[in-house]
């Protein structure tokens, strides 16, 4: 499944197609990739609820920007012109009553709110967010870029709480204070506030979070740690879409993680008891003694 991405609004547009009551189905379609009809074609998925929302206005972003002194990435600034936020849920039956599972999640333009600490560590001797900084965690990996600061030095911005597993966060890096910063990337910070880098695009996180079908802790698959066991098993059931492979065989037939509980739990046959050959051996060696006496007493 490729997926090519690309957010405009242009005159009341979505990426080419007029938006008006008729083409809303196809509207949907285009901004989560179709992944609704996928996931109602799974089994065992229901309730598949996408939230409709109307496009930011034009003040809405520049008054973000002056306020925090940063300026939208283009793909970001067109999604919110698109649509102000994203959410699509989606649940699983599980023992014949509907689970919640699936959550993607975008923060509008308002709740695009800087990563603040909770009021309750407030107090002057509590330990803040900037005391976790240090520079050996910051130095980062050849592969990875230096990790976000907590301090000045970064502009932390919450794209997505993740259900308390974690936030997804867009980062401005290496900031002056009183100048516009402009580059930006995805992060993750896990619960144990660790960073762990996503994307270096608005665009490509939202790639991942479509194919990875919002399944809980997905992002923990960028971590060294890895998504919990429960995950994992999720995982196995509902299998996410990678942008590199075709969710289709070639006799066009999905992939489906099928389980037969007939076959997978059936209880395994007891193999027959060995005859014992033992008594049969002992009759004999018997037999033979008892001969042997009789011919000595002959």
């Not at 005159?11 to 189905?25: A, L, R």
């Not at 980062?140 to 993740?162: M, N, T, W, Y």
């Not at 007939?262 to 004999?284: D, E, H, V, Y």
């Amino acid at each position: 499944m490729r997926c090519i991405i690309k957010f405009s609004k242009r005159n009341n547009t979505v990426m080419g197609e007029v938006m008006n009551g008729d083409s809303m189905k196809g509207v949907v379609d285009l901004l989560t990739l179709g992944i609704t009809r996928i996931l109602e074609s799974r089994p065992g998925v229901t309730d598949v609820k996408f939230v409709e929302k109307e496009p930011a206005e034009r003040h809405v972003i520049l008054s973000w920007e002056l306020k925090h002194c940063c300026i939208l990435p283009e793909d970001l600034r067109d999604f919110y012109l698109t649509t102000d936020g994203f959410q699509l849920t989606w649940s699983a039956k599980f023992d014949g009553q509907p689970v919640p599972l699936g959550s993607m999640v975008i923060n509008s333009v308002c709740a695009l709110s800087p990563l603040c600490e909770s009021p309750l560590y407030s107090l002057p001797s509590a330990p803040t967010l900037a005391d976790l900084d240090s520079e050996s965690d910051s130095e980062g990996v050849e592969s990875q870029p230096v990790k976000p600061h907590f301090d000045s030095r970064s502009r932390i911005f919450e794209l997505d709480a993740c259900n308390g597993n974690g936030k997804v966060c867009l980062v401005y890096r290496n900031v002056k204070p009183r100048l516009v910063a402009q580059q930006c990337e995805v992060w993750f910070l896990d619960r144990a506030l660790y960073w762990h880098f996503l994307t270096e695009s608005f665009t490509a996180y939202y790639r991942l979070m479509v194919t990875h079908l919002g399944l809980p802790e997905w992002q923990y698959r960028f971590t060294k740690h890895g998504p919990s066991p429960q995950t994992k098993q999720w995982s196995c059931l509902y299998r996410p879409i990678t942008s590199s492979c075709d969710p289709h065989t070639d006799q066009g037939e999905p992939f489906l993680n099928k389980l037969d509980p007939n076959r997978a739990f059936r209880g395994k046959a007891k193999l027959p008891t060995p005859k014992k050959k033992i008594a049969t051996q002992s009759t004999g060696a018997q037999r033979g003694r008892n001969v042997g006496a009789s011919a000595a007493r002959k």
